[in-house]
């Protein structure tokens, strides 16, 4: 590089280098400010020797801590994973029985439903001696096949409820 082109010397991305660099055999070399000061070697701490260490203390001491860890993990193992399955298994039959008797009582709504319906639609005739009119006591009994039905009908969004809240602790378990 010639001498006139050295007085700015230009850096990847335009930067200058403001005269704290020299180039010697196309090598650019930054040199340390003029306004930073040298670090006084007196006042800085004589290093550490480093102590070499010996394989045979260091497995002497981990040899417990590790034996006791592989004790503990196939604790953990052993005794974690049985419990949990068989609390979810217990969860899971108890989710079962309430979804049986959810059906159970939404089916017994619906016959109910449906029995109500077929009355309300063909009363039938009370026969009195001068005229014929629909059998009121029928009709009466429809009303309480309908009352019966709706009974039923909460029992079973009972069960949907319980079961709802059954499936927030099987879920949380089953993430552990």
């Given at each position: 590089?010639?001498?006139?082109?050295?007085?700015h010397?230009?850096?990847?991305?335009?930067?200058?280098?403001?005269?704290?660099?020299?180039?010697?055999?196309?090598?650019?070399?930054?040199q340390?400010?003029?306004?930073?000061?040298?670090?006084d070697?007196?006042?800085?701490?004589?290093?550490?020797?480093?102590?070499?260490?010996?394989?045979?203390?260091k497995?002497?001491?981990?040899?417990?801590?590790?034996?006791?860890?592989?004790?503990?993990?196939?604790?953990?193992?052993?005794?974690?994973?049985?419990?949990?399955?068989?609390?979810?298994?217990?969860?899971?039959?108890?989710?079962i029985?309430?979804?049986?008797?959810?059906?159970?009582?939404?089916?017994?709504?619906?016959?109910?439903?449906?029995?109500?319906?077929?009355?309300?639609?063909?009363p039938?005739?009370?026969d009195?001696?001068?005229?014929?009119?629909?059998?009121?006591?029928r009709?009466?009994?429809?009303?309480l096949?309908?009352?019966?039905?709706?009974?039923?009908?909460?029992?079973?969004?009972?069960?949907?409820?319980?079961?709802?809240?059954?499936?927030?602790?099987?879920?949380?378990?089953?993430?552990?």
């Amino acid at each position: 590089m010639s001498k006139s082109k050295k007085k700015h010397l230009k850096l990847k991305g335009g930067n200058d280098c403001g005269g704290q660099c020299k180039e010697r055999d196309n090598l650019v070399i930054f040199q340390r400010p003029p306004c930073q000061k040298k670090i006084d070697e007196s006042s800085v701490a004589p290093p550490q020797p480093i102590a070499e260490d010996d394989d045979e203390s260091k497995n002497k001491e981990s040899t417990p801590t590790s034996v006791f860890s592989i004790v503990m993990l196939s604790l953990y193992i052993i005794i974690k994973y049985p419990t949990k399955y068989f609390v979810l298994f217990s969860i899971l039959m108890v989710i079962i029985y309430l979804a049986q008797k959810a059906f159970e009582y939404l089916c017994l709504a619906i016959k109910k439903f449906i029995n109500f319906f077929t009355i309300i639609l063909n009363p039938g005739s009370l026969d009195l001696i001068l005229f014929k009119v629909p059998n009121i006591f029928r009709i009466f009994m429809a009303f309480l096949e309908l009352f019966i039905g709706i009974l039923y009908l909460c029992v079973a969004i009972i069960f949907f409820i319980a079961l709802g809240f059954l499936t927030l602790p099987f879920n949380l378990i089953v993430s552990i």
